[in-house]
Structures are given as C-alpha cells and as structure tokens.
C-alpha cells in the first residue's frame, strides 16, 4: 500500500510556476504507472536456490524491482540510531572541522571523499563536468524557503565505515543471495553510499546512467552491476529515484537527445521507485535514473550499496568516478571485499538467530573477518579502493 502524499504532490507542483499542472500530471501519472508494473513482492527463491526464475525475468526486463519487507523494524531501528549519531556528528556547517559538541567531525581528516553537501533543492551535478560528465542535463531548481540553510548533506561515501548497522545491512544474507543469483558466486564488490533527502530540503541528483566504462566493448544488459537501495523511511514520486524501464538494455543514452524530444525534464517514460520503509529496490546501473530536488513533507534516506560481476571488474582499468582509475587485480579487489567479510560476522553478532551468508572468495579465511568496535575503527577510508566502472 502506498503512502498517500497527495500534499506533496500538490507542494512540489507549485515550484513549477507555468509547469505547474504538468508537474502535477507527471507525478500523479508516474505513480500510477509505477504501481502497475510486475516488478515487486517480497523476495523468494527457486527450487534451485537462486533468485526466483519470475524475478529474475522481471529485473532483466524492467532493470529494477522491488523486494518488499526485507529490513525488519529492529534492523531499521538499528539504523535509524546510527543515522542520528552520525547527523550529530556532522560538521556544523560545509567545510567546518567540528561537531555541534564541539567534537571532530564525521569525515574530516580523512583522504576519501565521505560527506557531500549541496544547496538546499539545488541539482549540484546535472550539466557538470562532475563524474565524468554522466549527468548532462540541469534540472529545474526548485526555490527554498528563506530560513532554509545555505547547505544541507547529500551523500555519505563509504558510508560503512560510519555506520554498524549500514554494515550489517551490506551483509544481509537473502540479498547476498541474490547478489550471488544475479553476479555468481564470486561477485565483487562496488562502493556504498547513503543518499540523504531530508524533506522541503534534499538536492537533486539529474538524470544519468551510472555504468561508465563498457559500453563499446563487452556490453551486456547487466555488465555495469547493480545496486540495492534500501529505504529507511520509503520513497515516492516526489523524494524517489525515478527510472526508465528497460533502458539498461540500450547501450549508452543520448539523455540531452531525450530530454530535448520530450520538451522538459519530464521523461515520459518514467517511473519513480515507490516504496515502504524496509522495502530494498534492486536497480541495474545502466537504468537511466535520477531524482528531482525533495520539496514534498517527507524525508528519503536511501543505504545504496552494489556489487560487480567479478568478470567486468578483475583486470579493468576502473572509470576514476569513485576512486582513483587504477586496474583492479585479485589482490585489490580481495581488500575491497574486506568489508564483505567483517559485515557477515557482524550480521552474525547482531543477529545470532540467522544463517549467515557463506562469500565464496573470502571461504576458508573466514578467521580473518572478526568484526568489533576496534576493527570498524579501521575501516576509515576503505572507500579508496571502491570499485567504480
Ligand atoms: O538516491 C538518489 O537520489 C540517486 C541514486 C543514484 O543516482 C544512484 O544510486 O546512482
């Protein structure tokens, strides 16, 4: 059952001055073609022990699906609190060094790119060289309300290392599974982010493709990987990440090309990604998505997190977008799987009912993966080595 946001609706239509109808249309329209695709229910799996065959076709033809009540309540509670520590030990403000308290900041002094801020209801990336370029069309800006702050956080990068109940998340045994479905079992890992879009504030992020190095060579419909979105507090039409089904399919878009012959930023083919608190969507990186800037009433944190075909990754040279472009060889994607690892065994710790997940490349080394306070401490920066094509 979706959450009725018809106030939102009504709140972001009116930033659209001439548009605002249309606006209106597309949300309302978007919705409803949102809610009628075959690309949701909760997670199964077939005889075989692999993600459901039906699944699996729906994913490969819409390019995303979403996997209804996966996170528990005591599991979204776990996050929820280390989301209020981790806002808590913000920077006061962009590019301060301290806390509110006083205390060193989330990120500062790290050699990673970790906090990211924006203008409140600004799009920061579309039409910018930023990320190689993917986000090439600006989307509208939506005006703030006065007492608005100057910046408000966007992204955490490499949010694992800040956040326990992020990195239990990673580890979640029926999305590894799928993870292994869709990648086979020896599937590397990507990067881990957690998109902030706090309501009346959340900046947008343009329309792009997220892949980014094998569109001329060895292209197939699920070279580039996918990413899990899991939703603490849902997602809709107003604060969501919208994408065009089966556009994973096409190669590399023209987005200017489609923006121009659909008269507006409105892609008349998409569809948000409308869920419930505790739903995970699974979204193929080619999809061309985005979000619009969140002027409805409520909040969207999305814990993003993806893996990789080891295939596409071992012995490429990555595309430099979130870490520096170096060629991935065993050793370094052996380092990067530490967090896999240490998630597992903390997943066990916090959660000694369930069977944990058994990662296949890390098998018989397990004793090198303990997790505690102690060793979470040592994650600082692990994102260096994200794994970015
Ligand atoms: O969550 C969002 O608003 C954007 C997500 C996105 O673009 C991505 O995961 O690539």
New binding site residues.
């Given amino acids: 059952m979706a959450l009725d946001i018809s106030r939102s609706i009504e709140a972001c239509a009116a930033h659209y001055g001439d548009e605002a109808e249309a606006m209106r249309d597309y949300l309302i329209d978007g919705q409803a073609r949102a809610l009628a695709l075959p690309n949701r229910g909760p997670i199964r799996f077939g005889e075989d022990k692999k993600l459901h065959p039906d699944i699996m076709a729906s994913y490969l033809k819409h390019g995303f699906y979403v996997f209804e009540n996966v996170i528990t309540a005591e599991e979204l509670s776990d996050i929820k609190d280390d989301l209020k520590a981790m806002r808590a030990n913000f920077p006061v403000h962009m590019g301060a060094e301290l806390d509110k308290d006083g205390n060193p900041a989330l990120g500062v002094g790290h050699a990673a790119p970790n906090l990211e801020w924006a203008r409140p209801l600004s799009d920061p990336l579309g039409a910018t060289q930023i990320s190689n370029g993917r986000h090439p069309v600006k989307l509208f800006e939506p005006r703030a309300a006065d007492d608005a702050p100057p910046a408000v956080p966007l992204v955490v990068l490499g949010s694992l290392q800040f956040s326990p109940a992020c990195l239990r998340t990673y580890a979640h045994p029926q999305l590894l599974k799928i993870a292994e479905s869709i990648n086979g079992e020896d599937f590397a890992p990507f990067n881990e982010?957690l998109?902030i879009?706090d309501a009346g504030l959340g900046a947008a992020?343009s329309w792009?493709q997220?892949g980014d190095t094998h569109y001329n060579e060895n292209f197939d419909e699920t070279v580039h990987g996918f990413?899990f979105?899991a939703q603490v507090y849902g997602s809709t039409a107003v604060n969501g990440?919208w994408a065009v089904p089966g556009s994973h399919k096409l190669g590399r878009v023209d987005i200017v090309k489609w923006v121009e012959e659909a008269g507006s930023e409105r892609l008349p083919d998409a569809v948000p990604m409308i869920t419930n608190p505790g739903d995970v969507v699974i979204?193929n990186r080619q999809l061309v998505?985005?979000?619009f800037a969140n002027t409805g009433f409520e909040p969207r944190v999305?814990v993003?997190f993806g893996f990789h075909r080891r295939s596409s990754v071992l012995n490429v040279k990555g595309a430099g977008i979130h870490s520096e472009a170096v060629v991935y060889d065993e050793a370094y994607l052996t380092e990067r799987a530490r967090v896999i690892g240490l998630g597992i065994n903390a997943r066990a710790q916090r959660f000694p009912h369930e069977t944990p997940y058994h990662y296949q490349p890390l098998a018989g080394r397990e004793e090198n993966y303990i997790w505690s306070p102690e060793v979470q401490a040592s994650l600082k920066d692990y994102n260096l080595k994200d794994v970015s094509i």
Wanted: no cysteine.
């Fill in positions: 982010t998109f879009k992020v792009h997220d990413n979105m990440v979204s998505h985005g979000s999305t993003n």
